[in-house]
């Protein structure tokens, strides 16, 4: 069962009023989505994913509540392009989730995880020409490294990526448990013991596979332009790079040009665009009851 990480305390962060336009960038099984559809008596609600079973799923629950929202197929790299295919150019409040919904982790054929075993894949749109078996049997052993170092921040980085190479000269590695049984030969006993060693490799991996930050760059840059004036958009990340790509955005979007400082009249273009209004954590509560939520930040900002 997929718990909503953060739900109640993103819900009311975007202070939803019930003729707005919503749009949830991460549908996934509908926890954010159900939230705001009960919400909106009056308004819309646009929800985006791409996983053909996770719509469906979502779909029957959404009916129940009402008919105000449209389920796109599609990428939140989309969000602008689709929108306004609709006629939408502005809208009141926008969520994303960037957590991996926990249904997608525990399907063993869709090759997220290290403990089932399964073809190696990681794509969460199956149409993706690029899937983990992809990565893993055919990048070189200099990409490998770096992308284990960077999104996966792994420390043994080097040693894995070398043992990877070696086995893949005499067969290609294909599953799941295959590939997490070379990542836990390749480091040290003591480093196992804390946590599994795959853990940080698979993300890297499926970081890798999705284009995740890359897409989630640019979505964001889209969302923060579609807002309405007093629109609010929050962001629950699970990963530092994509909490920095957060916090950085807007961090410049909420500042005055350096250049324009202290004048009486600064132009328009060079005004801040947001306010930042918090940073939350979730409550000793949540992370007892959901330990998905360890790691999960909610970041929220308002259009100025």
């Given amino acids: 069962m997929h718990v909503s990480v953060l739900l109640n305390e993103s819900i009311e962060n975007l202070n ?21 559809l009960k919400r909106i008596k009056k308004g819309k ?4 994913d ?8 979502s779909k029957k629950i959404l009916d129940q509540i009402s008919g105000n929202y449209e389920i796109i197929k599609s990428n939140f790299v989309n969000i602008k392009s689709e929108l306004n295919k609709r006629g939408i150019e502005k809208v009141d409040g ?14 063993a054929e869709r090759g997220f995880s290290y403990h089932k075993d399964a073809k190696l ?36 980085s080097k040693m894995i990526a070398r043992k990877i190479v070696n086995i893949r000269k005499n067969k290609k590695i294909e599953t799941t448990l295959e590939l997490a049984e070379i990542i836990k030969s390749s480091v040290p006993e003591k480093y196992r013991r804390n ?18 930050l890359e897409v989630f760059e640019k979505a964001l840059n889209d969302a923060i332009d579609l807002l309405n004036t007093n629109g609010r958009i929050c962001v629950i990340t699970f990963h530092s790079l994509e909490d920095r790509i957060c916090k950085l955005k807007f961090k410049k979007e909420s500042e005055i040009n ?28 949540e992370l007892e009851n959901n330990n998905r939520s360890r790691s999960a930040i909610l970041r929220v900002a308002e259009k100025l």
């Fill in 121 to 156: 894949d990681m794509r969460m749109d199956t149409s993706n020409p690029i899937s983990a078996y992809d990565v893993i049997n055919n990048y070189s052993e200099e990409e490998l490294i770096r992308i284990f170092f960077e999104y996966g921040e792994e420390k043994y």
């Fill in 195 to 212: 946590s599994h060693p795959a853990r940080k490799v698979f993300q890297a991996i499926r970081i890798e596979v999705n284009k995740e």
């Fill in 94 to 107: 926008i969520l994303f989730d960037l957590g991996v919904s926990s249904v997608q982790l525990d399907v």
């Fill in 45 to 48: 609600l646009f929800a985006f």
């Fill in 50 to 57: 791409q996983d053909g079973e996770a719509i469906s799923y």
């Fill in 258 to 285: 350096r250049f324009y400082k202290g004048l009486p009249n600064i132009p328009d273009e060079y005004k801040p665009k947001l306010k930042l209004i918090k940073k939350i954590k979730p409550s000793k509560e």
């Fill in 16 to 36: 939803i009023k019930e003729d707005g336009i919503y749009v949830d960038c991460t549908l996934g099984f509908a926890g954010h989505s159900k939230e705001i």
